[in-house]
């Protein structure tokens, strides 16, 4: 193993981290239509992630680190690179800048709550329930 891949690591490893957060994939515009529905019986959080960007990523460990809403919401995570379309549907449909990271809070099928960067505060989303 060469000193670069023994400081910064190889390309080819994976590094698998658990996280608390038991996230549905967000992949359709038809799935975000149900999660829009159903908001008002369970609110939804929506996570946007780059998954090109070390912002996002570090807001990604900082939110998940912090997050104990546990089964008080629905946790959505959007790959918004590969899902676009979900990403440009949910600016359009909830009238917020897009962002990445972004996280959105879904209640009675409106965005009541949306920070982006390090404005990301599980903290502050634990408040808005």
């Not at 996002?56 to 676009?84: H, P």
């Not at 359009?92 to 505060?121: C, E, M, T, W």
Request: negative net charge; proline residues 2%; contains cysteine.
């Amino acid at each position: 193993m060469s000193l670069f891949n023994s400081l910064f690591g190889s390309s080819e490893e994976k590094k698998v981290t658990a996280s608390k957060i038991n996230w549905i994939p967000l992949q359709s515009v038809s799935q975000l239509d149900e999660m829009v529905a159903t908001s008002g019986q369970k609110p939804a959080v929506i996570f946007k992630h780059s998954t090109r960007c070390s912002i996002s990523r570090f807001a990604l460990k900082q939110f998940e680190n912090a997050y104990a809403l546990e089964d008080n919401v629905d946790a959505y995570f959007l790959d918004l690179i590969e899902y676009r379309d979900v990403s440009n549907e949910i600016a359009n449909r909830f009238q917020v800048v897009h962002q990445s990271p972004q996280l959105l809070l879904i209640k009675n099928g409106q965005s009541i709550y949306d920070a982006s960067h390090d404005a990301i505060d599980a903290g502050d989303l634990v408040e808005r329930l």
